[in-house]
């Protein structure tokens, strides 16, 4: 990624006003009573998570340029957007790889994509790199031994063109403030959901949605780029539906239809999946296919642009049930399938007894088999970060390995002395691993096989 020093700090808000509805009207401890023009360079980092955008509002920051001149803006990006003219990367990837990061709790989900120098050679360039972050877990996954962060670090040198959290819940946003805080991490484009999560009801900002935005505001205080996914739909500003990444990598954001407008809108934990944001990557004739913890898929199906033969996709919702529907699956017909779950600490913890929370789910599962080769099915719980590498010069080869599993274990060796070291399955496909082949297809307790799991979970969700 190609440094760009600031020379003013500017927050670029005002580009929401022109693709937003009606707004509500802030709190009286907020900027309803301030002047239309606030020009206090430490106002965006004191502000709450609601205040960021008013109808009437243009906040503009300034800060000293010189000893002897100050500057102000209401609008003037400082750092690429990604439109045509403008990408985040000019050079071409000598390096192509998407890192599927394990997690340390059951849920979670972090991605990095990363097109440019090969990090395992020592005198590799990355001077243009392109790096890019699609959410970041929970809070402990982006701690100081988190493993977010040391992905990061080690696979993007603290350096992010884009980072995109695809909704509100915790096990997405939670890692964002602990990786960003008190972190030297430049990030020239932030895109997010758009909107205040609250939780189960009412209408108050969860804590840990109070802490995202804080960490927010203080990048685009410095600088970065904001837009939702609502004003990336709309091009909106410096904001677009296709954001152009690197020479020959894309980045489309699906129009599902269910992205909110409103930027005090209260979002709660029931409605939350459905404002994923989904978004397909074009690599020449690869393609990538990432949902977040979208449930109403059938709406992906009416992309226009939407291939028939997506070459990656990431299983939706850590591959529960309530997601990767027939339908879907159907329509894309997958090459290959990564999976962020589960994350345990013994095989033991799963089977919970319940349709939905066992990630993944059998039934996913099922229906994944039915289109896709099983030995091109992955899981980050079995073998750590998965690593996806994919050819610059022919991008139809691609190879998968792990960096090997470091919270799960296997059964004790007294109890089954047959069950391998979890590192040992670090490079195998999910129906080659133990956890596979001994808890997955028996958990139930009288079933023999995966397919036989329909008589434990009736597929009610099938469409």
Do not use: W
């Not at 071409?92 to 340390?104: D, G, K, L, Q, S």
């Not at 297809?441 to 036989?452: D, M, R």
Request: some cysteine; hydrophobic content about 30%; aromatic content about 10%.
């Amino acid at each position: 990624m190609k440094k760009h020093r600031l020379s003013f700090i500017v927050a670029v808000v005002s580009l929401l006003i022109g693709s937003c509805g009606p707004t509500k009207t802030p709190s009286s401890s907020t900027i309803s009573s301030s002047p239309s023009q606030i020009t206090d360079s430490s106002y965006l980092s004191n502000i709450s998570s609601t205040d960021l955008i008013s109808s009437n509002t243009t906040i503009s920051l300034s800060t000293t340029v010189s000893s002897n001149s100050t500057s102000s803006s209401t609008f003037t990006p400082t750092k690429p957007t990604g439109k045509i003219d403008d990408p985040f990367s000019k050079t071409t990837c000598t390096n192509f790889r998407i890192y599927t990061i394990e997690m340390i709790n059951q849920y979670g989900d972090s991605l990095l994509i990363h097109c440019g120098g090969d990090y395992d050679d020592p005198n590799a360039d990355h001077s243009d790199d392109f790096n890019m972050l699609i959410d970041a877990g929970q809070s402990a996954d982006s701690g100081t031994n988190g493993l977010v962060r040391k992905a990061v670090k080690k696979y993007a040198n603290n350096d992010l063109d884009v980072v995109l959290f695809t909704h509100g819940h915790a096990d997405h946003i939670g890692g964002m403030p602990g990786l960003f805080n008190n972190n030297n991490i430049d990030v020239d484009m932030f895109i997010d959901f758009g909107y205040i999560y609250a939780g189960n009801s009412g209408n108050a900002p969860t804590a840990g949605y109070n802490s995202y935005a804080e960490a927010r505001n203080r990048l685009i205080a410095k600088g970065t780029n904001y837009c939702t996914a609502s004003a990336s739909i709309n091009n909106s500003g410096v904001c677009s539906s296709k954001y152009y990444l690197a020479p020959d990598l894309t980045f489309e954001i699906i129009d599902t239809g269910n992205y909110i407008n409103d930027p005090f809108e209260y979002v709660h934990n029931s409605e939350c999946n459905n404002t994923s944001i989904a978004g397909l990557f074009r690599y020449k004739d690869f393609t990538f296919l990432t949902t977040g913890d979208l449930d109403s898929e059938s709406v992906l199906c009416k992309y226009p642009d939407l291939p028939n033969d997506v070459t990656l996709y990431k299983a939706a919702h850590h591959c529960s049930d309530t997601s990767n529907s027939a339908q879907l699956l159907n329509r894309i017909t997958p090459k290959y399938v990564v999976m962020s779950a589960a994350c345990l600490g013994a095989y033991s913890n799963y089977n919970t007894g319940s349709t939905n929370k066992d990630h993944p789910n059998p039934i996913a599962l099922k229906r994944i088999f039915s289109k896709v080769d099983k030995n091109n099915v992955f899981l980050n719980m079995t073998m750590g970060t998965i690593i996806c590498n994919i050819d610059v010069d022919d991008p139809t080869k691609i190879t998968f390995s792990g960096e090997g599993a470091t919270k799960m274990k296997n059964p004790k060796k007294t109890t089954d002395p047959n069950a391998p070291n979890i590192k040992e399955e670090k490079d195998l496909p999910l129906v080659q691993t133990y956890f596979y082949n001994h808890t997955l297809i028996n958990y139930s307790g009288t079933e023999s096989t995966l397919a036989n799991m329909t008589k434990v979970y009736p597929d009610v969700t099938q469409e």
